[in-house]
């Protein structure tokens, strides 16, 4: 049982927000199972075979994200692998495809992107990546209760309706004949 797969499938960037958002639940548990067990498993609503199929998915994530390093930082291969592909499709939809909505969506958000990623030095990534950590930022912010200014919330509101856009145009390029987008 995978809880993200139907996520990835109709919404990729609520997928890659999810996932990024249970990466951090991860390593807020040390990526102890147990405590994983203790915190997010053993209150979840259901039968005991729901709480077995949902501990065997976070095992798999602590056992994924050992083997690759991720302990203090970084994104599991396959959410890194959905991000390549959704940077791919933003320059498509930019360069190739001509999206007059996509393109506005961009750059009514460009500069937002080169601000966040001017701050982010040696450490900016594109333009795709730069918006979920934004997004994902934002949302950080709001459950621990902390002030964002109303710039930063503008700001948020259009980066997430850039990704919006794009993850629809990612479902419907994933149901064409052909196209293998992983």
Request: charged fraction near 30%; hydrophobic fraction near 40%.
């Amino acid at each position: 049982m995978d809880p993200y797969a139907r996520k990835k499938q109709e919404n990729v960037a609520g997928y890659v927000i999810g996932m990024w958002h249970v990466e951090d639940l991860m390593r807020a548990h040390g990526l102890d199972l147990k405590a994983v067990e203790e915190n997010l498993v053993a209150p979840l609503e259901g039968d005991d075979a729901a709480r077995d199929a949902m501990r065997n998915w976070y095992a798999n994530v602590l056992e994924r994200m050992r083997e690759e390093g991720l302990e203090q930082r970084g994104h599991l291969a396959e959410v890194e692998e959905v991000m390549y592909e959704l940077e791919f499709l933003h320059r498509s939809l930019l360069e190739v495809y001509d999206d007059a909505d996509y393109e506005q969506l961009y750059k009514a958000v460009e500069a937002d992107i080169a601000a966040l990623q001017a701050a982010a030095n040696e450490y900016a990534e594109g333009p795709v990546a730069t918006c979920f950590t934004a997004v994902y930022g934002v949302m950080v912010l709001r459950a621990s209760q902390r002030t964002i200014s109303s710039d930063t919330l503008a700001a948020e509101k259009r980066m997430r309706s850039l990704l919006e856009h794009l993850s629809t145009h990612y479902r419907s390029m994933r149901k064409l004949p052909g196209v293998s987008m992983n």
